[in-house]
C-alpha cells in the first residue's frame, strides 16, 4: 500500500464503555465463555499521542490511580502499535504518552480504549491506511472489549464480546460513577463466577453455552427510556465481584437510597455504575455520594468510538 507522510504527532482518543447487560454463558472446553453483552460507550475517554520513534514505548499520566498500568512491553497500547506494524510492515517505532480518565482495572474497558486509540494514532502516524475492516480483525486480537472501544455507540457484543451488532439508542443517558482505589482482575471474577455455579448447581438453572441479550433491554434502549433500562440493567459478574469485594454492596445502597434508578457493577468491577433520571438527578446523586467520602465521576453515553482528534 502508498503511505503518506509520516507526521510529527498523532493523536486519537477512545471512550470507556458500562456493559447494561452482562450475560456469560458455562464453561467451554477451552476454559473460556460466551457472553451476551449489551455495551454503551460514555464520556470518559483515553487520549493517545504517538510520537515517531525507532522502537516502541510509553508514558502514562491522567486523573485516575494508574499504579497498576504498566510501562513495559505488556502494556496493550505497545502491543497494539507493534501489531500494527507486523500487519503493514511497518519497520519503525513509536513513542505513545497515553493520558488515562478510565478507571484502571475498573471493569470500564480503559486498556481496550487504549488499544483501540493506538491502532488509528499508529496508523495516522506512519500513514499507513489500513482498512477499517483490517482494524477491527487487529482489535479483536488485542482483546474482546477491543473493537467495541474502535467503534463506539451501543452495541450487543456476543461470542467473546467481539462479534459486534449495532444497537439503536434514542437521547441520552445520565451515568454517576462510583470508583474504587483497588482493582478486581477479571479472571479472578470469572472463576469465582464458575466456583458458584458449581457450588449451587443443584439449585440453579445450567448456565447457556450461547447466551442472548434480554429483549427488554434491546426496547429500553431503543425508547432511550432511563427508568426502563434501569429495571433491565443485569450483569451476571457482579455477585462474584460482591463476593471477592463484600464492600461494593454497601456502594450500591447507598447510591440507590439517594436517588439512583439502579446500579450495577460495571464488566468485572469494582467500578459501579449509578443510572439516573436525569441531569439534577445525576448532580444530586454526584454531590451525595461525594460527601460519603466516595471517588465519584458522571458520564452520559451513548458516545462515538475511537477517532483522530488532530485531522
Known amino acids: 500500500m502508498t503511505r503518506a507522510a509520516v507526521v510529527r504527532m498523532s493523536h486519537a482518543r477512545a471512550p470507556g464503555k ?23 460507550a460514555v464520556s470518559l475517554y483515553e487520549d493517545v499521542r504517538a510520537y515517531p520513534a525507532d522502537d516502541f514505548s510509553v508514558s502514562i499520566s491522567g486523573t485516575v490511580e494508574l499504579s497498576r498500568v504498566p510501562t513495559d512491553g505488556s502494556n ?6 507493534r501489531l500494527l506494524a507486523r500487519k503493514t ?46 482494524m477491527l480483525v487487529l ?27 449495532p444497537a439503536l439508542a434514542k437521547g441520552t443517558f445520565q451515568w454517576v460513577l462510583a470508583v474504587s482505589d483497588f482493582g478486581l482482575s477479571t479472571p479472578a471474577v470469572y472463576s469465582e463466577l464458575d466456583r458458584h455455579r458449581d457450588r449451587h448447581s443443584q439449585d440453579i438453572f445450567p448456565a447457556d453455552t450461547a447466551p442472548s441479550v434480554d429483549p427488554n ?21 457482579q455477585a462474584p465481584a ?16 439517594n436517588g439512583a434508578l439502579a446500579g450495577i457493577v460495571s464488566g468485572s468491577g469494582p467500578t459501579i455504575a449509578f ?37
Open 18 to 40: 458500562i456493559n447494561v447487560f452482562l450475560k456469560v454463558g458455562a464453561m467451554l472446553d477451552d476454559g473460556y465463555h460466551d457472553v451476551a453483552i449489551a455495551y454503551q
Open 76 to 81: 496493550v497500547a505497545i502491543k497494539a502499535a
Open 89 to 134: 510492515g511497518f519497520r519503525g517505532g513509536a513513542h505513545l504518552e497515553i493520558e488515562k480518565h478510565v478507571p484502571v482495572t475498573g471493569g470500564m474497558g480503559g486498556g481496550s480504549a487504549d488499544a483501540a486509540a493506538t491502532l488509528l494514532a499508529c496508523d495516522a502516524l506512519w500513514g499507513t491506511g489500513l482498512a477499517r475492516e483490517d
Open 139 to 165: 482489535a479483536a486480537q488485542l482483546g474482546a472489549d477491543v473493537p467495541f472501544a474502535f467503534t463506539g455507540g451501543t452495541a450487543i457484543g456476543t461470542g467473546r464480546g467481539d462479534q459486534l451488532s
Open 217 to 237: 433491554v434491546l426496547q429500553a434502549l431503543r425508547a432511550g427510556d432511563p427508568q426502563m433500562l434501569a429495571e433491565t440493567l443485569y450483569n451476571d459478574l
Open 242 to 257: 460482591l463476593h471477592l469485594e463484600p464492600s461494593l454492596a454497601a456502594i450500591l445502597e447507598l447510591g440507590e437510597e
Open 275 to 311: 443510572l439516573a433520571a436525569d441531569l439534577d438527578s445525576a448532580l444530586e446523586l454526584q454531590i451525595a455520594l461525594s460527601a460519603a467520602r466516595l471517588t465519584v465521576v458522571r458520564a452520559t453515553g451513548p458516545v462515538h468510538g475511537a477517532r483522530i482528534m488532530n485531522a
